[in-house]
Structure formats: C-alpha cells, structure tokens
C-alpha cells in the first residue's frame, strides 16, 4: 500500500488554519475588544500582550494558503475564485492592523485614535470576512467542468453573513481570555466581565450554526446522521456542553489561564465538527481532497519542504512564547 500523500496534504492544511485560527484569533479579538476598554494605559497593556508575537502568527495563514496551492491546485483555483472579493476584504483589514500595531506607539496623543480605530476596524473586517468565506465555502460552490462557474458575490447570504458575524464573536472570547491570562488588576476583572456574555454568544452561535447547516446543506445532514459518522459527530456536541459549563465557572476574578485554555477546546470542537462536516470534500459538496490533488511528484517535492519548515516553525513559535512568557504590569511589560 503506497503513502496516501492528498490525504497527509490535507492533514497538514487543517493543522495550519487550525492553528492560524488559535494564534491569530486572539490578536485579532485584542482588537474586536478595543472598543470596551476606554482607558489608554489599557489599551497599552492590551496591545503589548502580543506585540511580540502577532506577526508570526500569521506564518501559518501562509502556509495553508501555499500548501493549498502545491498540494490541490484545482482547489486553490475553484476557492480563490469563488471568494475573491472576501479574500481581499480580510487582507485589507490585516494591514490595516499591521500598520496600527507599528504606528499607534508612535503617533502623537492626539492622532493616536486614528490607528486605535484602524486597529478596531482592520481586526473586525479581516474577522468577518474570514467567518463569510467560512460559511460561503460550507455552503458550497459551483463548479462546472472543473472550473467556478457561480457569482462573484455568490458568497452574500445569511449563512455566509450570520458565519461572520458569529466568528467575531469567537475570537473576541479568544481576545478576552487571553487578557485574562496575561493581564492583571482593574483590567483583568473587565476582561472577565466581558467573557461571560461572550461565552453565552459564542454558544449561541455554536448552536444556530449546528442546526442551519444540516438543515440548508441537505448532504451534510446526510454526513451527520449516517453510519459510522454519527459515532464520531455524537460526543462533539455533549463535549461542547462541557466545555461551556467548565468555561464559565473558571472566570471569576482569580482566573488566570484556564478560561484561555477551555476557550481553545471550544474552538477545537467547533473546527472538528466543521472537519466532520465536509470530509473528504475540499470543495463541496462534490469534489474530494483526491480528485482535486496535483500530481504525486509535485505533491511528494512539497511534502519534504513541509515537513523540514514544520518543525522550525513550531520551534520557534514556542521558544517566542516561552521568552514572552508571564503577566503583562502596568508601566512595566513582562513581569
């Protein structure tokens, strides 16, 4: 039996948003959470808990988007065609929040709260327009004679538009967490106010989504509810419960990494159940990781690049962490 190589291309692509989501989700949800926190010295802390840090986190973006391109040519074609337009929007918003990141420390009292609003407004669009092209992809795309034949802005729907919305909920309970675990004080109890309510949305989400896409996706409910699958899908939504449960009675005022650590296994449960949704399809609802793989040799050459930058990555990802580790005081950074 020979080595599956689309599917271990289609492992190593899911690693990587995975992990985008996780380590630039809560940058990003710094951002989202702006807007509640009014105090300048706050907003200080709040910037300085992933100052170093948030630019690497968008190394793995780059690697899903290129292991997508040498590994499935004919997705990266069909996706990149049928979202357009988002694609752009969310890459406008991040540099808009790459430029307020360098530029706020830098500007005058008084034109500081034009790179705080771009810092606001770039993290929301690039959040939203990740969420819509999440809920366009799951609610499929049109493809005919292995090209995009639907509309460039096939994308605006209430699914689409409700996704995006739901993922700027999700990662501000990511941005949030985070700060409580890397915060202190006056600060950190605001945070945990701010956590409990988005909990609440987040499950919310959780839940409409669960019950719209079976219900407009007629092959994903058939996914769903047939047989082996139902065996793996059947904990995801118990575990979430759990999960919720446990994340809501850790924030109080002595929280410290907990909440950031319950809210990550939300995040997972959410992205697993995506998983369970469109597997094998890359682009749904018809075409499979197999039939849109590039050639064996093209793929193989990738795959030993992968697998050496891999490891270098996430080496350097958590000696970053390691370094930056601890409570972000007042006046003071890393303590």
Request: neutral net charge.
């Amino acid at each position: 039996m020979g080595i599956d190589l689309s599917l271990i291309w289609a492992v190593i692509i899911l690693f990587g948003i995975m992990m985008y989501v996780i380590m630039d989700g809560f940058d990003l949800g710094i951002g989202i959470l702006f807007p509640f926190i009014r105090s300048k010295e706050d907003r200080d802390i709040m910037m300085n808990t992933v100052a170093p840090v948030w630019d690497g986190n968008e190394t793995w973006l780059v690697l899903g988007g290129a292991g997508l391109l040498a590994a499935f040519p004919l997705a990266y074609a069909v996706i990149l065609s049928a979202f357009y337009l988002p694609l752009i929007f969310m890459l406008l918003g991040l540099i808009f929040r790459g430029v307020a990141f360098e530029f706020r420390f830098k500007a005058t009292p008084g034109k500081r709260h034009i790179w705080d609003k771009a810092f606001i407004g770039g993290s929301i669009a690039a959040t939203f327009f990740q969420g819509v092209t999440l809920g366009g992809f799951l609610q499929g795309i049109e493809v005919t004679e292995r090209a995009f034949s639907g509309s460039a802005l096939g994308w605006v729907t209430p699914f689409a538009l409700f996704t995006g919305v739901g993922l700027v909920v999700g990662y501000a309970l990511l941005g949030a967490t985070w700060l409580v675990y890397k915060t202190e004080g006056s600060l950190q109890r605001r945070l945990v106010q701010l956590a409990r309510p988005l909990t609440w949305a987040l499950l919310a989400v959780i839940v409409v989504i669960s019950l719209w896409t079976p219900l407009a996706q007629p092959e994903i409910a058939q996914r769903w509810f047939s047989f082996p699958n139902i065996i793996w899908f059947s904990p995801v939504p118990v575990l979430v419960v759990v999960v919720t449960w446990a994340l809501l009675r850790s924030l109080h005022p002595q929280a410290h990494g907990l909440p950031f650590v319950l809210t990550l296994c939300l995040v997972f449960l959410a992205y697993s159940g995506l998983g369970i949704s469109l597997f094998p399809y890359i682009i749904p609802p018809s075409i499979t990781i197999w039939e849109a793989a590039g050639p064996p040799q093209s793929q193989g050459f990738a795959l030993v690049g992968a697998l050496f930058i891999i490891p270098i990555i996430l080496m350097y990802t958590a000696f970053s962490y390691y370094v930056f580790r601890g409570k972000v005081v007042r006046g003071e950074g890393y303590h």
